[in-house]
Nanobody
Framework: QVQLVESGGGSVQAEGSLNRSCGDSGDRDNRYSMGWVRQPPGKERERVACIEDSGARDYAESVKGRFTISQDKAKTTLYLEMNSLKPEDTALYYC????????????????????WGQGTQVTVSS
């Protein structure tokens, strides 16, 4: 059974930085993509960034150049470094994983992710 446990997040002023992490207890026998998805207040969930088993990464246009997704060497922890934060980055952030995905992680839609973290609020004030 896969468990994703998130930490980090919180509140920050605009142009500040926050870091997120997500511990993954899943079995890594299969190819694996992981990512971050967020849900702004009153809006649908949207992809933030993802990383493939090969290390290839994909970012939403809105966060390119400001956010960095990474994993530790053992691929048991997923990270999201968020810099130059804007009020529009305010959202509930989730980590997600998709075992067995061999395609580009940028193609994964919300329903394609199999496992989700508990979600953590990130609030950016102006």
């Amino acid at each position: 059974q896969v468990q994703l446990v998130e930490s980090g997040g919180g509140s920050v002023q605009a142009e500040g930085s926050l870091n997120r992490s997500c511990g993954d207890s899943g079995d890594r026998d299969n190819r694996y993509s992981m990512g971050w998805v967020r849900q702004p207040p009153g809006k649908e969930r949207e992809r933030v960034a993802c990383i493939e088993d090969s290390g290839a990464r994909d970012y939403a246009e809105s966060v390119k150049g400001r956010f960095t997704i990474s994993q530790d060497k053992a691929k048991t922890t997923l990270y999201l470094e968020m810099n130059s934060l804007k009020p529009e980055d305010t959202a509930l952030y989730y980590c997600a994983s998709r075992p067995g995905w061999a395609g580009a992680c940028g193609l994964l839609q919300e329903n394609d992710w199999h496992y989700w973290g508990q979600g953590t609020q990130v609030t950016v004030s102006s």
